[in-house]
């Protein structure tokens, strides 16, 4: 890999896609295992879990801005829509193919046709929203660039009361939002904040004042979970709730704090960059892996004892140990698939084929 290309891929953000990505699987291992419903309230593990939990909040707003980041000053490649479609069926298909031969989960021929239309279906809801946000991403950048710094400035600003601060003050109404922080709307909010990130700021280096605002955000939100638990008020404890959701003003706050923090981050060329690339590249693949609906349940997760070693005073320690493991051991596999594919120059066949279809069939009528 060359200095060009490593500038290009801007490295701070590839580790902060690693980061984002182990962020998510802690956050499975806190809400999907049963662990929040087992806690002792009061306890110094009931606290450490909800502030690991509020901290991780940024993971998937992390991931969409990093991808808006990029985006906005990207040509739309139908190719990469294709590809992304068939990495997520393989691993649908493949995971419950072997679960199924294992005796893992019962066989059911409709299900495994369910894989082959995963966006459709919710398989990966993530996979889903993104699917929708890369195709409204050209029309996005239009509207985008038709704006001067200020005009995004102001439209920043409407969008964080409409889609955070009203929930924040009112959390029963879901109107702005009504798909939360798990929403096409919300992705959207998040790609128009990375655009102005993109073309409206210039990196400083100083990553301590946006870190610390990163960290204040899970220690508020922790304060306010303390406090609404001792005062018992039924609406403030309503609206605390509310606080770990992706789109919570603290959660909006803390993503753009942590994104602000690693832009700022000077490109330095070290001898693990090309480590780092490879390691950032299987981060999707990670998540269609560990996140598969047959393999983050909570009974998967108790099998490999979160529930089990709750009790001892090392469980922090062990549950971030899981997370480093599951992190390596889905890189390793996607790695591995992403290797054999390259030999096999498929994706490269394909890619072509749809460039050219694209090109044949649509750019024409766009010159006509």
Known sequence: MTETTRAKRNMSLEWLRICSMLMIILLHSIDHSGVLENLKAGSALYYAEWFLYAAVQVCVNCFVLISGYFLV???????????????????????KVILMATG??????????????????????????????????PFLNVGIRALSKRQHAALLLVLFVLFCGMISVYPSFKGMNSGGGWGLAWFVVLYITAAYFRLHYQPTGRKAKPLVIFWLCPILMLAALAVSQKLGIARLSAAVENLWRYDSVPAAIASAALFVTFLNCRQR??????????????????????????????EMWQRIGMLRNMGWWWFVLYQL???????????????LRKTIVEKTKLHAAIEKLVSRLWTKYVRREERV
């Open 104 to 137: 893992q989960i019962p066989v059911s021929i409709a299900s495994l046709v369910s894989c082959l239309i995963p966006v459709f279906t919710g398989r990966y809801w993530f996979v889903t929203i993104y699917f929708g946000m890369y195709l409204l991403s």
């Open 269 to 298: 060329t070290t001898r693990f960059d090309a480590l780092i690339s490879t390691a950032s590249a299987t981060t999707f693949g990670v998540y269609l892996i560990h996140a598969h609906a047959n393999l983050c349940t909570q």
């Open 73 to 95: 000053t990207a040509r739309f490649k139908p190719a990469k829509l294709v590809l992304l479609w068939m990495e997520v069926v393989f691993y649908s298909v493949v995971i």
């Open 321 to 335: 140990g899981i997370v480093l493991a599951i992190f390596v051991a889905c890189a390793l596999l996607d790695w």
